[in-house]
């Protein structure tokens, strides 16, 4: 009765925010009725494939798999479209929950849920197998749980920590953050045993996969793509005429003009690479790999310059107005509504996927006999097609929202930063990171979304004083009184 009494009383308080929390979950109840049972893109069969087989994947490490794993009973892949929905509305909740406890007026801090409630983008990749909606859950819930009070306990820290860690499993990207987070805390002057506590915590799910990895691949790593990833990147500018690399290193010399070269992803997936062609196509070997990651290294230090205009401008494209032609003709539309979805059958490079990496059978038994073959079903395909022409986070919003945040993050530059500090620089490491490692997409942008909103709503809000300082105060007060320090 005392649950059901103080559920009706949060009810009441924040009626406003629970309407638009009930239109969100409308609106991805659409998505479900336009495109059954969910939507796939070619990665989705080896995330599928690594649940089934239940083994460490070489080009990405296996959180999400592990995720889809503890699915894999109820075949349903509706239901992973409904759990990554409710996810991301969590993820709405948890952004105005903090912000409210935080002083931020309910319709200040609706307002900076909105671009996760209701952004085209951020539905239509819920509604996809694929790890990104797990991976903006985890971060986004652990750094909204390090800013609900000054001084979070230890328990806290490590469950925190622990849910870094496996969030640096669903997407590489994640790796530094917990380095990241603890140094956060020690910033905000919290106890370091704590911080410490968020690491340990934090290494024990990466140090368990790694193991696991060892068990099948001979080495201790998360996967065997970094220096392949790390390639593809400096391809846009290395030349080895200003390289001189070593001679093992001289096949991986590619002769066209950078001005002349295609975009990054292609030297990841193309055959016409001279990694591919040097590797007879096993270009995430632990050879190529390692090879890969050489050349890359001689590249950036031999053009540092070119190496950082190449991310500089690739980062630069995150804050455009509107979304850039030459991004959209390679997998930009995969993360659109479209009008009619391909069928697998005839799409040649699912087809690929399907059968010569033999993942027919494990989307057989995962997904059921129509291998969970999406449809455009009308009106709703149609009426999330005209939605998502204008209802979207542009980039030059996202970066209004990042000014905010540091602007917050400045005018408390005295206690470094103050509680903005952490979600703040945690969107900004999604966003840049990215470009320098691998190459931009408008997909990877999605995971600062969230944490930006939260830096910029913190930046908003009057911090209270730390505890030290109010005990100082009070003890200055009560000398001047006459009576004991508190």
């Known amino acids: 009765m005392r649950a059901r009494e103080r559920g009706r009383r949060l009810a009441a308080a924040h009626w406003q925010f629970g309407v638009v929390l009930a239109a969100a979950a409308a609106l991805r109840c659409v998505v479900m009725l336009g495109y059954p049972p969910i939507l796939w893109y070619s990665d989705s069969y080896n995330y599928i494939t690594d649940a089934v087989t239940k083994a460490p994947d070489v080009v990405r490490a296996s959180g999400y798999p592990l995720f889809l794993f503890f699915l894999l009973p109820f075949r349903s892949l509706t239901l992973v479209a409904v759990l990554q929905a409710v996810m991301g509305l969590a993820v709405g909740g948890v952004l105005y929950a903090v912000l409210r406890r935080r002083g931020l007026p309910w319709w200040g801090a609706t307002l900076l849920a909105l671009p996760v409630l209701f952004g085209a983008n951020e539905m239509q990749i819920e509604h996809m197998v694929m790890s990104d909606a797990l991976f903006i859950f985890l971060i986004t819930a652990a750094v909204a749980a390090l800013c609900w009070s000054d001084r979070p306990p230890a328990v806290l820290c490590a469950v925190v920590g622990l849910m870094v860690g496996y969030a640096a499993l669903v997407r590489s990207v994640g790796e530094p953050l917990l380095i990241v987070l603890a140094v956060g805390l020690l910033l905000r002057r919290v106890n370091w045993t704590r911080a410490a506590v968020l690491l340990v915590a934090g290494i024990l799910p990466i140090a368990g996969y790694m193991t696991w990895y060892h068990g099948f691949h001979g080495q201790y790593a998360l996967d065997s793509s970094s220096g392949v990833f790390l390639y593809s990147r400096v391809s846009a500018f290395a030349e080895c005429s200003k390289m001189h690399p070593a001679q093992k290193l001289l096949p991986l010399c590619d002769p066209t003009p950078p001005a002349q070269r295609p975009s990054s992803q292609e030297y990841l997936w193309a055959t016409s690479t001279p990694l591919f062609k040097i590797t007879n196509g096993n270009q995430f070997s632990k050879k190529a790999n390692s090879l890969a990651g050489a050349f890359a290294k001689d590249a950036i230090m031999a053009q540092p310059l070119d190496y950082l205009k190449t991310a500089a401008e690739d980062t630069a494209r995150t804050f455009t107005w509107d979304r850039t032609p030459s991004d959209l003709t390679g997998s930009g539309p995969s993360f659109q509504f479209q009008r009619k979805e391909t069928p697998l059958t005839s799409n040649p490079s699912l087809w690929w996927v399907l059968y010569y990496r033999q993942d027919k059978a494990s ?88 944490v930006a909103c939260l830096g910029a709503g913190l930046a908003l809000t009057r911090e209270p004083r730390g505890p030290r300082k109010a005990v100082q105060a009070a003890g200055r007060a009560g000398r001047a009184a006459g009576t004991p320090a508190p």
């Open 363 to 450: 989307l057989l038994r995962y997904a059921g006999p129509g291998y969970g073959q999406p449809s455009a079903v009308q009106p709703f395909a149609g009426f999330l097609i005209g939605y998502q022409k204008i209802f979207y986070l542009r980039g030059a919003m996202l970066g209004v929202i990042l000014l905010l945040g540091a602007a917050g993050v400045i005018a408390r530059w005295r206690r470094w930063g103050g509680l903005a500090l952490l979600p703040w620089g945690v969107g900004v490491l999604l966003v840049v990171l990215p470009p320098m490692t691998a190459g931009f997409s408008y997909r990877y942008v999605l995971a600062a979304v969230p």
